[in-house]
């Protein structure tokens, strides 16, 4: 297994540029299922997850084409309406097919996801809604079996007990051809959601208040090529926001979103970090020589994302002051407090609350990465940190953040890949200061 090396004690200057979402992506990949026509999207990131998602697609009769970021999908000769267990056990998102094969094909075999390191990750709430449209859903041999009845699926109202992201995304795409109107209250209302429905939008879906908690979807009988280009990462752009805030940074970080990234902005800015919009969708950030302590509780968006807390507290260790971090979205997404304990971190832990003192210093530690934003955290700390620390497993990062490494070494960072060969990966850097950039 690959692992990185990092030297900690660089600030970090220069330019970087976020790539296309993962998390937005996923869906829409998945929404191409919904047609035979030809799709196109665009600026679809090269990530482990995403070639995941189409060796699934592949396995169903998807004929794929890429170009770059560019993927051109026909879904024309769909011939198995099965996602196995051994492709969806390496990424839950692969669920995200249920909704759209049984609304197309009326049927849909797809294996239960199981738990992962961050939680149970259960589905019910995919599965009541399906129920809800008419479908008949069976659990057996470790898959999910769900049949649509006669003459496909059926509108209806749906109600969360929580907004999930998944099963909203899923319900949504499945009611795109349920026949009537179908609402989804207490909906997620996260970017990636109003993201999908301008990609369903775009194959001619009915779909209004996607990004509130209520959407309503009406029907259609057929829908057409899907043409969608992917948005930024929102937590990839947020994680570099992270590394200026913990290496007295000055980033300028490139193709945000701003308006998603509101509420860690402005608890980066509360901790000391100066952060100015330069342009329409691109950010200088200058972290602080000491960062401020500060509160955060992870929730829906437009909430603390959970999936920038690992990054937060590793900011916060260094912090002048005791923060406290809670965690009310996943119930065990707190992997990483003992890797950062290693590098001279004070945390204690009280169930989904941490109590992060902050300390003058962390020291290079060999620490293990246990999932993507645990691996992000782990970085943001051996980045700050004095000395040598070696980051092992990072297959989690390669799910979720295109080439860091090398995105890290243009912003002078001592970084290199060591291959499970031993081979070391040598990055030439290529600095450019954000003055140069005439900012
Ligand atoms: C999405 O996961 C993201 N993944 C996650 O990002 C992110 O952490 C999460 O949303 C929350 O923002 C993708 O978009 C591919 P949920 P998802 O359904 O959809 C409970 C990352 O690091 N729940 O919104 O699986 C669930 O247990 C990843 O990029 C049920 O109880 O999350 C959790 O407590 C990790 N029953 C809460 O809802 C269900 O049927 C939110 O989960 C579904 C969910």
């Not at 309503?216 to 992270?242: K, M, N, P, W, Y």
């Not at 970085?379 to 620390?389: D, F, K, P, R, T």
């Amino acid at each position: 297994m690959d692992k990185l090396v990092i030297e900690g004690g660089a600030k970090l200057q220069g330019i970087v540029e976020i790539s296309g979402s993962k998390n937005a992506s996923l869906p829409v990949l998945a929404a191409t299922l919904l047609t035979a026509e030809e799709s196109i999207v665009e600026n679809v990131p090269a990530l482990n997850d995403v070639q995941t998602l189409s060796q699934l697609l592949r396995s169903l009769g998807s004929q794929i084409t890429r170009d770059e970021g560019v993927f051109l999908i026909s879904n024309q000769d769909i011939h198995s309406v099965e996602a196995e267990y051994d492709i969806v056990r390496k990424m839950r998102a692969s669920v995200l097919v249920l909704g759209p094969l049984v609304a197309r094909f009326g049927k849909a075999r797809v294996s239960l996801p199981g738990g992962c390191a961050i939680g149970a990750r259960p589905i019910d709430m995919h599965l009541r809604g399906l129920e809800q449209m008419g479908a008949k859903v069976v659990l057996e041999h470790g898959y999910v079996e769900a049949t649509a009845p006669e003459g496909g699926l059926v509108g209806t109202r749906i109600v969360f007990e929580i907004p999930s992201v998944g099963a909203t995304e899923n319900l949504m795409m499945a009611a795109c051809l349920a026949s009537g109107t179908t609402v989804i209250e207490n909906a997620a209302c996260e970017p990636e959601i109003e993201e999908l429905a301008r990609a369903l939008s775009s194959m001619g879906a009915k779909i209004q208040g996607a990004g509130t908690n209520v959407i309503q979807i009406d029907g259609v009988s057929s829908l057409s090529g899907l043409q969608h280009c992917v948005e930024a990462d929102r937590i990839e752009g947020a994680t570099f926001v992270a590394i200026a805030a913990a290496t007295q940074g000055d980033l300028l970080i490139k193709n945000i979103q701003l308006n998603h990234l509101e509420n860690i902005l402005m608890r980066f800015q509360e901790a000391g970090c100066e952060i100015s919009p330069e342009g329409a969708n691109a950010l200088r950030v200058r972290g602080p020589e000491k960062l401020k302590n500060i509160d955060i509780q992870t929730a829906p968006y437009p909430g603390f994302p959970t999936d920038m807390q690992a990054q937060f507290m590793a900011c916060m260790c260094l912090a002048d002051g005791i923060s406290h971090i809670e965690e009310d979205i996943w119930e065990n997404r707190f992997m990483h407090t003992p890797e950062l304990v290693r590098m001279g971190a004070d945390i204690s832990m009280n169930g989904n609350l941490a109590v992060v003192r902050g300390v003058s210093k962390l020291t290079g530690a060999s620490v293990m990465a246990t999932d993507l934003r645990a691996s992000a955290g782990l970085i943001i700390a051996a980045l700050a940190a004095e000395g040598v620390s070696e980051i092992l497993r990072i297959y989690h990062l390669d799910r979720g953040y295109v080439k860091i490494e090398e995105k890290l070494s243009n912003l002078g960072a001592c970084i290199k890949r060591v291959k499970q060969d031993g081979s070391s990966v040598v990055i030439q850097p290529h600095i450019v200061m954000p003055a140069e950039a005439g900012i």
